[in-house]
């Protein structure tokens, strides 16, 4: 990609695909293509390793440590990639920040350039998710009140975040604040902020609501309807939706209608079969930021669901005659599609293919050709092993999940927070556990066919790129030559098939009955492979489970190992109905078979013949050796 935005879409997309894998492969063989990254792509490129290594908890300074200022100060460095590595290292410790906390305040105490104390201000937000630590909320505010434009916008999200859901008085010094401010940059990160210290307040936030959606800033207004969608998450509320749709159709600022439309996918999540309904006129709006915000709305509420509705609503607006309105829907479309294959909805396949369509066309407008990146590392997140879901299998909403999600929604205007989408992904498994934590062999069923929720086929780069043969000039002499060349050869084969035909006419029976026998044998094989689909699957601990599947687990009765609570993915505790035998453990330091890294044609040792002790197999029969 030569483009730089899609350039940094492709870094964001591989981040997204290899989320908590801790997988940089892309990374490292292409590292002369990454390092034309420059400036802000550059900070961007550094964070996308926090996403890939997201969770590594106890290595996660020291694999960020070759891009991390030294000794608390700048280290000769570029700021962008220093910046980028704390934004990294809060991605890695999102809500987990207490081994890191320090380390990120005495980062953004010890520097004056304002890239880093962009770094330094998301990650100590990240880190300290929902604390309302006041130590660190101070270091913050003193970097809001420098009034530098790029830190202040990073300033004010992260104080909405270390403030998630308190409702406290902080937001009205916030809002003070905003109204003083000339930067547009920190009026909106503010006006995010406040919207998230509101979080699930429901009518205790209505009068900062009023305040801030009656302000004649479109920016504060902007965060207003953040602050409903927030406060009214995943409730249904009808006032809120009344309210949401009025601000739609009403205001005369685009980025306030459009957040409106976007701001009812985060009140409707709870129950997402609803949000196409009621969105399906504004997403034929003859304004575009309004349709752009229909299919976000679409995409937040239905994220994993795999909804009809929800893709029949969608499909019209990726092919949307304004380049913005493509990219959100592509993006949306993705993220309802997570973990579905062509089994499950046809039409992934084709969406598939449409991404890589527009990829791959050099004439598609840059906007657009970002959306299906993104679409197709959202398609793909985590290794094909995370879904996207705001809520618990018990409809509790996951905060960490929710504040992702909206930070994310800010992509339009900073393409950084893209990375925060990763705070809403959830790992598709069902992992059983015994009273010690410790994983064992154990299997259950999924009365299901296994296509249905296999892994979509890995997509195959082409291998030669095959030349284009262009069409010979034709002399009209050469053209009558050959035409009368042809004619004789054609008269004298009629003549010799009819002296063979005379010979040889008993054949013609059994090559009839040949072909008969051939397209029977056909057949055969196609009902042979009809017949291979099971109506079950056999899953072994730990497994894939998505969530359409769960409906589908069953237990066996007999099984030594019993679920605690029946439930069909995640976590679940076992109770060992056998607890005098020994168990097998799925999951051990050691390397379980050596199988997989030989040949297969090689035959294998007897099961005998490794010892279950260490995992190692037994020294070779004697044998003499000759030179």
């Excluded at 969105?279 to 930021?289: A, D, G, T």
């Amino acid at each position: 990609m030569r483009n730089s935005v899609c350039h940094s879409a492709t870094i964001y997309a591989n981040a997204l695909m290899h989320a908590g894998t801790t997988v940089d492969t892309f990374l490292r063989e292409n590292l002369e293509w990454l390092s034309r990254a420059t400036n802000w792509a550059k900070f961007s490129a550094t964070a996308g390793l926090g996403v890939i290594h997201r969770g590594h908890l106890q290595q996660g300074r020291s694999l960020m440590a070759p891009y991390l200022p030294q000794n608390g100060s700048s280290g000769g460095g570029s700021p962008y990639s220093e910046g980028g590595a704390l934004y990294a290292l809060g991605l890695i410790h999102a809500n987990h920040g207490e081994g890191i906390k320090e380390f990120l305040r005495e980062s953004l105490r010890s520097t004056s350039v304002e890239i880093i104390q962009h770094g330094a201000c998301l990650g100590l937000g990240l880190a300290a998710l929902g604390t309302a630590d006041e130590e660190i909320y101070e270091d913050v505010k003193n970097i809001l009140y420098l009034d530098s434009a790029v830190a202040g916008e990073a300033a004010g999200i992260s104080m909405g975040l270390l403030m998630v859901g308190t409702a406290s008085e902080k937001a009205s010094e916030m809002l003070a604040y905003a109204h003083d401010t000339q930067h547009e940059k920190i009026i909106r990160g503010l006006a995010l902020g406040i919207a998230l210290t509101v979080y699930g307040r429901e009518e205790e936030a209505d009068t900062l609501i009023e305040q801030m959606t009656r302000d004649q800033d479109p920016i504060l207004r902007y965060g207003g309807m953040y602050a409903l969608a927030l406060a009214y998450r995943g409730t249904s509320n009808n006032k809120a939706i009344r309210r949401l749709l009025h601000f739609a159709v009403s205001d005369v600022s685009d980025d306030v209608r459009r957040t409106a439309v976007l701001a009812l996918g985060f009140v409707l999540y709870s129950e997402p079969e609803q949000t196409p309904r009621i969105v399906s006129l504004l997403s034929e709006s003859y304004n575009p930021h309004v349709r752009y915000g229909a299919a976000l709305a679409v995409g937040i509420s239905c994220a994993g669901t795999a909804l009809s509705e929800a893709i029949s609503l969608l499909e019209p607006l990726t092919s949307d005659v304004v380049d913005f309105v493509r990219q959100g829907a592509l993006i949306a479309m993705a993220m309802v599609l997570v973990q579905t294959n062509e089994a499950r909805e046809p039409r992934v396949g084709s969406f598939r293919r449409q991404l890589e369509k527009i990829i791959l066309d050099k004439h598609e407008d840059t906007m657009s050709k970002m959306g299906a990146i993104l679409a197709s590392g959202i398609l793909d997140a985590g290794g094909r092993n995370v879904s996207i879901k705001l809520s618990s299998r018990t409809k509790h909403d996951r905060i960490t999940a929710v504040v992702g999600m909206a930070v994310f929604s800010q992509f339009w205007y900073w393409y950084p927070l893209v990375y925060f989408l990763s705070l809403s992904f959830a790992p598709t498994a069902l992992i059983g556990l015994n009273y010690e934590l410790k994983v064992p062999k154990f299997e259950f069923l999924s009365h299901a066919k296994p296509s249905l929720f296999e892994y979509p086929r890995p997509t195959t780069p082409p291998t030669t790129t095959s030349a284009v043969k262009l069409p010979t000039a034709v002399l009209s002499t050469s053209a009558k030559a050959k035409a009368r060349a042809k004619k004789e050869t054609d008269q004298k084969t009629a003549m010799d098939e009819g002296n063979i035909s005379g010979e040889a006419g008993p054949m013609k029976g059994p090559k009839s009955s040949d072909k008969e026998g051939e397209t029977m044998q056909v057949d055969n094989a196609s009902e042979k492979k009809a017949e291979a689909e099971l109506s079950c699957e056999i899953l072994s601990n730990p497994a894939r489970v998505v969530p359409a599947q769960e409906k589908y687990i069953k237990f066996f009765e007999e099984s030594r190992y019993v679920p605690i609570k029946l439930m069909p993915s995640g976590f679940v505790l076992l109770r060992d109905t056998k607890p005098s035998e020994p168990e097998v453990f799925v999951l051990t330091d050691a390397p379980s078979s050596l199988a997989s890294s030989g040949n297969s044609s090689i035959p294998q040792a007897p099961a005998s013949a490794v010892s279950v002790e260490d995992g190692e197999p037994q020294p070779p029969q004697p044998f003499e050796y000759n030179t």
